[in-house]
């Protein structure tokens, strides 16, 4: 018997939704729409799932005292509040290093539209002496 309902169900759907945009959306812009405009809210965003993170781990452990008091496991709780703390960190650390390196990235624009005839060549393994 769980003492939440469907509402923890919601918050990891909406987090793997939440991830999987935020995946294909990155994706999207670090290769094809390079302005600044769209590489800060790319990073916003990153900091924002960052946030979320973070508060459902908070969430998370909050569930566990009241588990505890229900005497009820919490192994599950444990689990994912720690993935989810190990998900905001990660985020952040990316958004930390996209935010150091943006200039960088603004220079390099990869742009498939000037070279039509440009095949992927994959890199030469170098030999073992």
């Known amino acids: 018997m769980s003492s ?3 509402t ?3 918050v990891s759907m909406w987090s793997s939704i939440v991830l999987l945009i935020l995946c294909v959306g990155g994706t999207v812009i670090m290769r ?3 302005s600044s405009v769209a590489v800060g809210f790319f990073m916003g965003s990153v900091v924002a799932a960052s946030q979320m993170f973070l508060l459902v781990f908070l969430i998370l452990f909050g569930y566990i005292e009241d588990r505890l008091e ?3 496991p919490v192994d599950g709780e444990r689990l994912n509040g720690f993935v989810c703390l190990v998900q905001a960190v990660l985020l952040g650390s990316f958004a930390a290093i996209l935010a150091a390196h943006r200039s960088e990235i603004l220079d390099q624009k990869i742009s498939a539209e000037d070279d039509e005839d440009v095949t992927y060549e994959a890199p030469k393994r170098a030999a073992v002496v």
């Open 4 to 6: 939440r309902g469907g």
């Open 8 to 10: 923890e169900a919601f």
């Open 32 to 34: 094809k729409f390079q």
């Open 70 to 72: 229900n005497d009820m």
